[in-house]
């Protein structure tokens, strides 16, 4: 596998690459263990708040026998004025050999990344930019399901100027084979979504797809303005997987959301565990690719032996 030190964005995968991490998870999943040539010290820097991705890299990590150096935002030197780069500086010189890092500014890693710092970097959501954890999770879960990707129907349904899981799922299902379609809010569909795909009302996609991927709307990313118009019940019933639009999803058809899930708005909330919904399957899921990320970065740095990933 082609890989570096860092790991910020689906652009750097092709698809050999997406199904070796699938692959990884698949064996982490099944019970592989691996054992570090040394103690080794993972960091993850949470700029916005986070349940799940948090959540399931510190498992990742733990169960990769790293030991976890707790980060608060609002306690460290941030406060003070110290930049982003500094700090990862700073925590590479006590001694951390990894860093996960989430932040609202889009492409916050380049600066890191162009300085070429020693510990390795994930980056775990970018503004609206990148989620490469989350891609890769949801491939997992899709690739579990179908056991391909090539000529899937695959709908992304929500918030799409703000979401940078659209943004890194419509890459990677494009490039994988799968042809992918959007829906909700028209206006928030633009140039960016056009190169990968259809935008179609809810109702013309249900029936056809094998996958319906619905998104929050991100009111923490909307105008002051846009918040107070915003009706949640007229969202549900125009853009929303209602029970009624469940109905007419074929048999073999799954729901996917990366959560948290608003329910009643892009979902009704008796689907969030209905039989075709995959969303609890995605946070396991999310344990074993971020394993899998993390063991090829401590690969890369000579703390695993490539041996121990063969699978």
Request: net charge negative; no cysteine; proline share 4%.
């Amino acid at each position: 596998m082609q890989t570096s030190n860092y790991l910020v964005s689906v652009d750097q995968f092709n698809n050999e690459d997406v199904m070796d991490f699938i692959k990884l998870a698949q064996a982490f999943k099944a019970g592989k263990t691996v054992r570090l040539k040394r103690p080794s010290f993972a960091m993850n820097l949470f700029f916005e708040n986070s349940t799940r991705t948090h959540t399931s890299f510190e498992m990742a990590e733990r169960r990769l026998g790293m030991q976890v150096i707790p980060f608060d935002p609002k306690t460290s030197s941030v406060t003070k004025g110290e930049s982003l780069l500094d700090t990862l500086k700073t925590v590479q010189a006590i001694g951390i050999d990894l860093a996960v890092i989430r932040h609202p500014r889009d492409r916050y890693y380049q600066p890191l990344t162009d300085a070429n710092l020693a510990l390795s970097l994930i980056n775990a959501g970018d503004g609206s930019g990148q989620h490469p954890s989350q891609s890769l999770l949801d491939m997992l879960t899709i690739y579990e399901e179908f056991g391909h990707f090539d000529g899937l129907k695959i709908a992304i349904i929500g918030d799409l100027a703000h979401s940078r899981v659209a943004r890194s799922n419509m890459e990677l299902l494009t490039q994988l084979g799968a042809t992918v379609y959007f829906s909700g809010p028209a206006e928030w569909y633009n140039a960016d979504f056009a190169k990968y795909g259809e935008y179609r009302p809810i109702d013309e996609l249900v029936g056809e797809m094998d996958v319906m991927m619905l998104l929050r709307v991100q009111h923490e990313r909307l105008t002051q303005a846009n918040n107070e118009a915003f009706d949640a019940g007229a969202y549900h019933r125009q853009y929303g997987l209602t029970v009624a639009r469940y109905a007419k999803m074929k048999s073999t058809a799954i729901i996917m959301h990366p959560a948290p899930v608003n329910r009643g708005v892009e979902l009704a909330s008796e689907l969030v565990e209905a039989p075709q919904s995959r969303i609890f399957q995605q946070m396991t899921n999310g344990v074993y690719v971020r394993m899998a990320m993390i063991a090829r970065l401590l690969e890369y740095k000579g703390l695993l032996t490539a041996a121990q990933l063969e699978v």
